[in-house]
T-cell receptor, first 108, second 113 residues
Framework: KNEVEQSPQNLTAQEGEFITINCSYSVGISALHWLQQHPGGGIVSLFMLSSGKKKHGRLIATINIQEKHSSLHITASHPRDSAVYICAVRSGTDKLIFGTGTRLQVFP | ETGVTQTPRHLVMGMTNKKSLKCEQHLGHNAMYWYKQSAKKPLELMFVYSLEERVENNSVPSRFSPECPNSSHLFLHLHTLQPEDSALYLC????????????FGQGTRLTVV
C-alpha cells in the first residue's frame, strides 16, 4: 500500500464542472504539495500547504492534518486544466513521497 | 518556465551507448534531485545533492551515475542501460531546510532500445 493514495485515478469532466481530487496519507508530514504535470512531462508546483486552505485563481487546496487528508478543487473547469495532478507529502525524515497521480480530462 | 532547465527533452539510446542528461537551475537553490517516473508508478527519488554533496542514493543501479559540479548544475550519466530504464527523468531543485517548494524541470523522456 502506498503511503500516499490519490483518488480518483482518472477523472473526466465537462467544461464548467466543479472538480475534486483527494489525497490521503499515512505518515507524519511537515508539508503537502499539489503538483500539476502536463502531457509533455513538465511539473509545476500548484500549492504547498501545512494547514488550512489556500486559493489561487480557480484552484483551492485544503488539508486536514488530523484526518491526514487533502483535497484539490477546481472551480469552473476548463479543457486547459487537463493534466495529471500529483499529491506529494514531505515526511518527517524530509523525504518527498508522491502519489500516483490523478489524470483529469476536461471536455468542452 | 519553472527556472529548472533539462536537456535533452527526448533521448533514444542503445543499450551499449553512453549519454548524459543535464539539469540547470539559476534559482539560487542549494539542493538538486533526480527523479524517475515510469508509467503508472509514483515518482521515484534517485539521488539528492545538497551543497554539491550527494546525500542520498536510493539503491539506484550503478549504470546511473550522477554528478554535481556546482550548485547550479546536475548531470546524470547513463551507460549500458536496459529497456526497463525507459522513463521520464525529472530534475528538481529546492532550498534545503524548512518545508519548501520543489521546482521541477520539464523532464527528459528516455527510450532505451
Amino acid at each position: 500500500k502506498n503511503e500516499v493514495e490519490q483518488s480518483p485515478q482518472n477523472l473526466t469532466a465537462q467544461e464548467g464542472e466543479f472538480i475534486t481530487i483527494n489525497c490521503s496519507y499515512s505518515v507524519g508530514i511537515s508539508a503537502l504539495h499539489w503538483l500539476q504535470q502536463h502531457p509533455g512531462g513538465g511539473i509545476v508546483s500548484l500549492f504547498m500547504l501545512s494547514s488550512g486552505k489556500k486559493k489561487h485563481g480557480r484552484l483551492i487546496a485544503t488539508i486536514n492534518i488530523q484526518e491526514k487528508h487533502s483535497s484539490l478543487h477546481i472551480t469552473a473547469s476548463h479543457p486547459r486544466d487537463s493534466a495529471v495532478y500529483i499529491c506529494a507529502v514531505r515526511s518527517g525524515t524530509d523525504k518527498l513521497i508522491f502519489g500516483t497521480g490523478t489524470r483529469l480530462q476536461v471536455f468542452p | 518556465e519553472t527556472g529548472v532547465t533539462q536537456t535533452p527533452r527526448h533521448l533514444v539510446m542503445g543499450m551499449t551507448n553512453k549519454k548524459s542528461l543535464k539539469c540547470e537551475q539559476h534559482l539560487g537553490h542549494n539542493a538538486m534531485y533526480w527523479y524517475k517516473q515510469s508509467a503508472k508508478k509514483p515518482l521515484e527519488l534517485m539521488f539528492v545533492y545538497s551543497l554539491e554533496e550527494r546525500v542520498e542514493n536510493n539503491s539506484v543501479p550503478s549504470r546511473f551515475s550522477p554528478e554535481c559540479p556546482n550548485s547550479s548544475h546536475l548531470f546524470l550519466h547513463l551507460h549500458t542501460l536496459q529497456p526497463e530504464d525507459s522513463a521520464l527523468y525529472l530534475c528538481a531543485s529546492s532550498q534545503e531546510g524548512l518545508p519548501h517548494e520543489a521546482f521541477f524541470g520539464q523532464g527528459t523522456r528516455l527510450t532505451v532500445v
